[in-house]
């Protein structure tokens, strides 16, 4: 991801620079390189020691400092870096940065950058809709090397709710990773399904499986960071994706939108843990306790994986997922073989740390040509970098 990448995280003077420290470690967790440039401003919120230790690196936040490390860091500082992180970029510095001012630290140094830069507005709401800023965040995004995130929407520090927040650490980190990756995948579209979902049974009752959606997620960034158009089909989740999403509850629901969008796809990835089996009828009401005995008659639900498999082209590449007990290795790739599928990614319950609901992964690849490669236990972002290097190979 961003191991050994060199991150330079510019910060302006807003409140939203308490939450850069946690940026920086996320950067360092990620084995990124990372030094700090700020405006003076900035240091009002975050104090040069916090930024120091985290990033081990000396704060650039003068330009006439008597102890920078370079005599030119404005200079030096770019070149050093593979991606520049402006995180809060107030309205002030947004404007600097449209009319081309550096008079500062943080504004000398973007004028020298000619890598990758994120930028990640903060401020209230109504400065955020005023139309000079509006026509200044236009401008900077039209930079050749310039990527404005949204802003999100919610409660802003002047105790009003709306739309200026800053962009959470972690979404910013995920937008830097896919601003640095190879883009290996430009031009492709790819569906990707993930999550449970959910087979009625009543109003307030259904029948569903512990899946969280967070391989699937995965999986749908693996690929967004590598240029391709995704779309996610998901199921009921916590998690949160970026791109194109269509959310579904039922497996029903689910093939509809796999089918509208399998045609105009590449590649399909079926992650989701889809329902095998829905209740043969559905009450209007809820169903009350009359006695201590309830049937219900079930019914399959359709296979969508086989479905697809049937309508492939030549083309098309089409991965499954499988989630086995017994026989894991000899299921999977009958399963494989039975639905048409390119490839298909064993799931194992017998895996300590992999599975539902976990942050890690074990899985093994087999294809239609016989390959099969064992995956290690790591983080779910990590199986997916690993399953989208294979299959796109």
């Known amino acids: 991801m961003l191991k050994g990448k060199h991150i330079l995280v510019g910060i302006s003077g807003g409140i939203a620079a308490y939450k850069i420290p946690e940026l920086i470690r996320l950067l360092k967790k990620e084995e990124a390189e990372v030094c700090v440039c700020t405006t003076r401003n900035a240091l009002q919120f975050v104090t040069p020691l916090t930024l120091e230790t985290l990033s081990n690196n000396q704060v650039y936040s003068d330009v006439f400092a008597p102890h920078n490390n370079h005599q030119t860091e404005h200079i030096s500082l770019p070149d050093w870096a593979d991606l520049m992180i402006i995180a809060p970029c107030t309205a002030n510095v947004i404007g600097k940065m449209a009319a081309g001012i550096a008079d500062d630290a943080l504004t000398t140094t973007f004028l020298a950058m000619t890598k990758p830069v994120l930028v990640a507005p903060a401020m209230n709401d109504k400065m955020l809709a005023h139309p000079a800023v509006q026509r200044n965040l236009q401008t900077i995004a039209g930079y050749h090397n310039v990527t404005v995130l949204d802003c999100d929407s919610g409660f802003l520090a002047c105790g009003t709710t709306g739309k200026g927040r800053m962009q959470e650490p972690e979404d910013i980190l995920l937008a830097a ?30 029948i569903s499986n512990y899946s969280s959606g967070k391989m699937g997620y995965a999986l749908a960034y693996a690929c967004l960071k590598r240029g391709a158009d995704v779309t996610l089909v998901s199921g009921p989740s916590n998690e949160h994706f970026i791109g194109k999403t269509v959310n579904v509850t039922s497996a029903e629901d689910m093939r509809r939108a796999c089918l509208e969008l399998f045609p105009e796809t590449d590649i399909a990835i079926l992650c989701a843990a889809v329902a095998d089996f829905k209740p043969d009828y559905i009450s209007e009401q809820k169903i009350k306790r009359h006695s201590e005995d309830l049937t219900l008659t079930l019914k399959p639900t359709h296979d969508i994986a086989a479905e697809l498999g049937q309508i492939k082209t030549e083309r098309q590449l089409l991965v499954g997922f499988a989630l086995e007990t017994n026989n894991e290795e000899e299921n999977a790739v009958n399963k494989m073989k039975k639905k048409n599928l390119d490839f298909i990614v064993l799931n194992s319950t017998q895996d300590k740390g992999a599975g539902f609901g976990c942050d890690t992964n074990k899985v093994t690849v087999f294809s239609q040509l016989g390959s099969k490669h064992t995956l290690p236990l790591a983080s779910k972002h990590e199986i997916a970098d690993s399953i989208v290097d294979i299959i796109s190979h």
Do not use: N
């Open 177 to 206: 990773d896919i601003l640095l990756e190879e883009k290996t995948l430009s031009g492709k579209r790819v569906l990707i399904t993930a999550g449970p979902t959910q087979e009625k049974i009543d109003p307030v009752r259904y």
